[in-house]
């Protein structure tokens, strides 16, 4: 699941307070309403890679909450970026919106897991899914509720969408037990996104399916928080995390030059424990392709059911780009070589038979290789010492 930024912004928050002071005039009492300013309007943002809970301020970006924390929330954008529970398997907790207005937004990027309903009044504010939003209960979004989903809304209840002015639009899905849209929000969701959690959700998502039955007594099998590649030291350095992995086996590191034909590169063991802790991972690819080099990470639980993560890339120059040595061919007791790689990389000068007749390093930019003893004209090598990563080159000398 793939990973978006956002960050806290509080400046913009000042808080009312209203004072009743009394004051004595002439013998007149004088009551003076003295208001400051609270003008609600700030972004509280959960924790980037993070597994926790909502009502958990160590979840909160500054360890700002949203205020009220789980009922009427008002006056506030919310955006989740990490895994985060409301209330927990046996503990139901509700979370309620409402006057909010239509500039106001709560944006689901990873998952959200609601153990209670979840209710949006009347110009609550805007509900924006590009993860995964679960609800063990019912849902109910009223009048005036824009829903802009790309990820998937997965209800163990009844969901039910009331608004006459409400809009909906975006690609995903919704499954739920029921699903009503036959009030004034009728026709607003096209039946192709309106899916069951008996057959459409565990066709589409197993783990997810197994999960919900169970009603989230369980996690997840398998929380992929990020899955990044970085060129580094004429390599690609794969990363990923994940939140928990029971029933978890091994993850399958793979690489394809157009994006399509995957092949394996490596495998790692996972730990097939349920800890709530995050476990970050690495995979060195010393030897990654010329041009562009797509990766993705296969996750593969212990009855052998697996999904795959990604696709990322990375572009690794060619051998044209990264050595370039002239004049060619050479007629005096110098060569240039100009290296995109990394400082202080090994070079050899070889004889057309193989003999090394000098070596040195070479550093990222232009190299002037000054030859040590007189060569007779003819044909000779010079050859990078990073194995398989740059080929020999010819070079000749009058």
Not at 299 to 324: C, L, N, P
Not at 377 to 389: A, D, N, Q
């Amino acid at each position: 699941m793939d990973i978006t930024r956002y960050a806290l912004d509080q400046r913009n928050l000042t808080r009312i307070s209203i004072h009743r002071i009394l004051f004595r005039v002439t013998g007149t009492l004088v009551f003076i309403h003295l208001l400051s300013m609270n003008v609600h309007g700030q972004t509280v943002t959960t924790m980037d890679e993070y597994y926790g809970n909502w009502g958990d301020a160590a979840s909160w970006v500054g360890g700002v909450q949203p205020n009220p924390l789980f009922t009427n929330i008002i006056g506030q954008n919310i955006t989740i970026n990490g895994y985060i529970n409301v209330g927990s398997y046996g503990i139901d907790q509700d979370l309620t919106f409402f006057e909010n207005g239509d500039s106001h937004d709560i944006v689901i990027e990873d998952t959200l897991v609601v153990y209670g309903d979840v209710i949006f009044g009347t110009a609550a504010m805007d509900l924006v899914v590009n993860g995964f939003l679960i609800v063990f209960g019912n849902m109910t979004l009223n009048n005036r509720v824009d829903v802009r989903l790309n990820g998937h809304i997965i209800v163990d209840g009844t969901f039910e969408f009331l608004g006459i002015q409400g809009t909906f639009e975006g690609d995903g899905n919704i499954y739920a037990n029921v699903i009503n849209d036959t009030g004034p929000g009728e026709g607003k969701i096209p039946d192709a996104k309106e899916k069951n959690i008996d057959v459409d959700l565990q066709n589409d998502f197993p783990d997810i399916y197994d999960f919900v039955v169970e009603n989230g007594q369980t996690p997840l099998p398998v929380e992929i928080l990020y899955f990044t590649a970085e060129k580094e030291n004429g390599g690609v350095n794969l990363r990923w995390a994940t939140v928990n992995e029971e029933n978890f086996d091994y993850f399958t590191l793979e690489r394809s030059a157009d994006g399509l034909d995957f092949n394996e590169i490596g495998n790692i063991s996972g730990k097939a424990e349920y800890t709530g802790t995050i476990r970050e991972y690495n995979f060195f690819d010393e030897l990654p392709l010329a041009g562009y080099s797509f990766y993705r990470l296969k996750a593969t639980d212990v009855d052998g059911f697996a999904e795959y993560h990604g696709i990322i890339s990375v572009r690794i120059k060619s051998v044209e780009e990264m050595v370039q040595i002239y004049p060619d061919p050479v007629q005096g007791d110098q060569i240039t070589i100009k290296f995109a790689g990394k400082n202080g990389t090994p070079f050899k000068l070889l004889s057309f038979n193989g003999h090394v007749l000098q070596h040195g390093t070479i550093d990222q930019g232009i190299n002037e290789v000054y030859f040590i003893r007189k060569l007779t004209p003819g044909i000779y090598f010079i050859r990078l010492e990073k194995t398989g990563l740059y080929p020999t080159q010819k070079i000749i000398i009058r």
